[in-house]
């Protein structure tokens, strides 16, 4: 059995940022195997890499959090090239329509209004219009 305060991926630290230090330290913690701890180092290093400051850094990784999430950084507009019509025969309806921006919002009215397949409530939400976001 190994101990769970000593590492089972020892790195030498010594060169490495505070922010990849405490990285390697907590994926220890946590059991984090290869190649998924690899990747997360890799986007740690880059992020310590960018020599961030408070601001920045919390505005990169929210930024970064939101599009890795394949979510959209703004509202959703009503510009037809951003909806895309699904086949009938696939959609089992008629007029249904898909967001390119954000894959879980689905429309009946060509992107006017929308649902999210995410939210339990499905709750109509409203895009605006393409006019007004430009």
């Given at each position: 059995?190994?101990?769970?305060?000593?590492?089972?991926?020892?790195?030498?630290?010594?060169?490495?940022?505070?922010?990849?230090?405490?990285?390697?330290?907590?994926?220890?913690?946590?059991?984090?195997?290869?190649?998924m701890r690899?990747?997360?180092?890799?986007?740690?290093?880059?992020?310590?890499?960018?020599?961030?400051?408070?601001?920045?850094?919390?505005?990169?990784?929210?930024?970064?959090s939101t599009?890795?999430?394949?979510?959209?950084?703004?509202?959703?507009?009503?510009?037809?090239?951003?909806?895309?019509?699904?086949?009938?025969?696939?959609?089992?309806?008629?007029?249904?329509?898909?967001?390119?921006?954000?894959?879980?919002?689905?429309?009946?009215?060509?992107?006017?209004?929308?649902?999210?397949?995410?939210?339990?409530?499905?709750?109509?939400?409203?895009?605006?219009?393409?006019?007004?976001?430009?």
């Amino acid at each position: 059995m190994t101990n769970p305060q000593q590492p089972t991926h020892p790195e030498d630290t010594t060169a490495e940022s505070p922010l990849v230090q405490h990285a390697i330290r907590e994926l220890d913690l946590i059991g984090e195997e290869d190649p998924m701890r690899g990747h997360l180092l890799d986007l740690i290093r880059v992020f310590a890499g960018g020599g961030h400051s408070g601001f920045s850094a919390e505005h990169t990784v929210e930024v970064f959090s939101t599009l890795a999430r394949f979510q959209p950084l703004s509202p959703l507009t009503t510009d037809p090239a951003e909806w895309f019509e699904h086949d009938e025969a696939v959609a089992g309806q008629p007029g249904l329509y898909q967001s390119r921006r954000n894959p879980a919002a689905f429309s009946t009215d060509g992107g006017k209004t929308y649902t999210l397949t995410d939210d339990p409530t499905r709750t109509l939400r409203f895009s605006v219009d393409k006019a007004v976001a430009q």
